[in-house]
C-alpha cells in the first residue's frame, strides 16, 4: 500500500512535464492472436486515445505468435499489455483496459483532481 | 489425469540424469523425465545451482539443450555467478546448447486493467525451448511472479496451466520455490507439482552450516528418504549418497604393520587387518599421533598411499614433530605416497567435513586414511551427528578396502573405554593409550582394548618415544599396580641387587662348606698324626716289655745254671704242658 502510494505521487509531479510536452505519443499493444480478450483491448485502446490524445499517438499491435522473440525486448509475461514507448519513462499496463479510470492512471492522462 | 495414469501404466517411469554427482543414485536414474520437479529451500541452499548444474550437465554430458528462465537474476549476473564453478554459459548459449531468459518484472511498473493471462510467458518459454530444442527447463524462482502480478486469483490458475503446459510439452522441468513457514513452498506450489519435491536445507548448528537435500516425494519410483549431505565447490553441486543399507563389505585375510614392531607382536604377531577400522585413544599428549605415524610410514615403505588428515595440526608441525621422533613423513610426501589434508573442524559443518573427506578420497585413491583425531568435530552437544559422519567414512572406507586409522582424544580417565562420540562399535581394532600417575612421573602404557578377529596380547605394555620412534617394554606388575617409567627401574634395578645378594649368598656358603672340610680334613690329619703317636709309642713300650720279659727269662735261666738242675724241671714242665 505505501508503495502504490509513493507512485502516485510520483506520477502527480510526473505530470507537468508530460502535459507540456506535445510529443508524439507510442503505444505499443501486445497480444497472442485474435483472441477475444486482445480484440476488447484493441478496442479499449483505440477509445482511450481517441478521447484523449486524438492525432498525436501512434499503436503498434505486436502478435506474439508470429514474433514470440520480441516478447523478451520488453518482458512480456501477460498478455494483452500495453506498453507506452513514449514519452517516457516506459510503463506497462496489462489487461484487456477494460477499467479506463485505470489505464489514465497507467498512461499518466489522468488530470489532477 | 487419467491420461497420466494409463501412461505410467503402459509403461514404467523414464528417468532424465542430472549428472550432479550422487544424486542420480539417491533417486534411481535422475528427474523424472517429462515432468516438473519441484526443488524448494531457504534462501542460499542453492536451488538455482542445482537447477543449473542439472542444465549444463544436461548440455555437456547428455546432449540435452535447456532453458533457464530465471526471475531474479539477470543473464550477466548468472554468466558471472556460475563462471566460478566452472560453468561457461557464453560458450553453452553460443553453441545453442543453453537459452538464457531472464523475465523481469516490477510492480510499480505494472498496472493492471481487468482480464489478462500469462500466455506472454508462454509465448516467451516456448519459443526460447523451440529455437535451440530443449529437453530441460529451468524456472528459477517462478514465485516472484507473486510479488510482481496483484491478481493472485489470475496466477495460480495460469501457474497450474503452465506445469499442465510443461507436461505436456515433454520437457523435464525444475521449478524452484523459496520455503515457506507451514508449507514446502511459500506460495504453495506444490500444489501444482506434485511428481518429485525435493528440498534443501542448509541448517546451521552449534556455528557450522550443513547443506542437506532429501527427496520429499517422487512419485512412481523408489528414493532414498533420508537427508543427504550435500556441497557446493568448484566443482558444482554434489551429494553423497553413503549410507550403506547392508554390511556387505568385502573382507580381507591380509595383514598389515602397525609400523611398531612390539605392536605387531601384540597382534598374533602380523599387525592389523586390511581395511579393517583402527581407534587409537588416550588422553592428551600420550603419542597418538606418533602411532598413526607410524602406521602411515610403515604403509609408505610398503609402497601403499596414505591420506593423513589432521584436524589439529599443519602438516609441517605434523613433520617437524615426527621428525623428532625419527619418523621422516617429508620424503614420503615428496614421493607422492602421502598427502596431508590439514582443516580446522570448526572450518565446516560435519557433512562438508564428510563431503571434503570423500572426495579428497576419491581423488587420491589411498591405500590408508588417517584421521587425527577425530573428536574435535564434537562441538557441543552432536555426539549422534558426529557418529552418524563417523559410520558413513567408516562404510565408506571399508567398502573400498581402505584400513583407517582414527585417534581420538578422551577427556578424562573416567570415560577412558567410552570415548567421547562413542564409536567403539564401528572400530575393529581398539588401542588405548593411557597415563599412569607413579612417583612423580608420568608415564605412558598402552594396551589392546579389542581386536576383532585375532588373539590379541592382554598385556599392558609401557610405551616409551624415544628419537628412533615408539617402543613398547614390557611392564612391571608391581603389588601397586603396573611399574613405569624410573618406577619400572628402581624395580629393575632391586631385582638386580636382589639377585646379587643371592649370588654372594651363595658364594659364601660354598666358602663356609669349603672351610668347614678343610677344617674337618685338618682334624683328621691331626688326629692321624696322634693316633700314629701313640702307635708307635705303644710299639716301643711292647718292646720294652718284650725285652724286660726276655731279660726276666734270662735272669732265671741264668739264676738256674746257677743253681743247675732246676732248669730242666722247668723247662720239662713247660713241655708237658
Known sequence: ?113 | MKKEKSKLLTKSLLKTPTGIQGFDEITGGGLPKGRPTLICGGAGCGKTLFGMGFLVRGATQFDEPGVFMSFEETNEELIKNVASLGFDLEDLVKNKKLSLDHVHIERSEIEETGEYDLEGLFIRLGYAIDSIGAKRVVLDTIESLFAGLPNQLILRAELRRLFHWLKDKGVTAIITGERGEETLTRQGLEEYVSDCVIMLDHRVTEETSTRRLRVVKYRGSMHGTNEYPFLIDETGFSILPITSLALKHKISNERISSGIIALDKMLEGKGYFRGSTILVSGTAGVGKTSVAAHFAEAACKRGERVLFFCFEESPEQLIRNMLSIGIKLETWMQKGLLQFHAIRPTFYGLEMHLAVTHKAVNNFKPDIVIMDPINTFVIGDKNIEVKMMLLRIVDYLKSNQITALFTSLTANENTLESTDVSISSLIDTWLLLRDIELSGERNRVMYVLKSRGMAHSNQIREFIITNHGVELREAYIGSSGVLTGSARMAQEANENAELLIRKNDIEQKKREIERKRKALEAQIATMQIDFELEESEAVKMIETEQDTIKRLEQDKIEMAESRKASIKKITTNKMKK
Open chain 1, 1 to 113: 500500500m505505501k508503495l502504490k502510494k509513493e507512485n502516485s505521487e510520483k506520477r502527480i509531479k510526473e505530470e507537468k512535464p508530460v502535459k507540456t510536452v506535445d510529443d508524439k505519443w507510442i503505444l505499443r499493444l501486445y497480444v497472442a492472436g485474435q483472441t477475444p480478450k486482445a480484440i476488447t483491448a484493441f478496442t479499449n485502446l483505440k477509445k482511450i486515445c481517441e478521447d484523449q490524445l486524438k492525432g498525436k499517438y501512434s499503436i503498434e499491435v505486436i502478435d506474439l505468435l508470429i514474433n514470440p522473440q520480441l516478447g523478451s525486448e520488453d518482458q512480456i509475461l501477460a498478455l494483452p499489455t500495453l506498453v507506452r514507448k513514449l514519452p517516457v519513462p516506459v510503463r506497462k499496463i496489462i489487461g484487456d483496459l477494460s477499467n479506463t479510470e485505470r489505464v489514465l492512471v497507467g498512461l499518466d492522462l489522468l488530470p489532477v483532481s
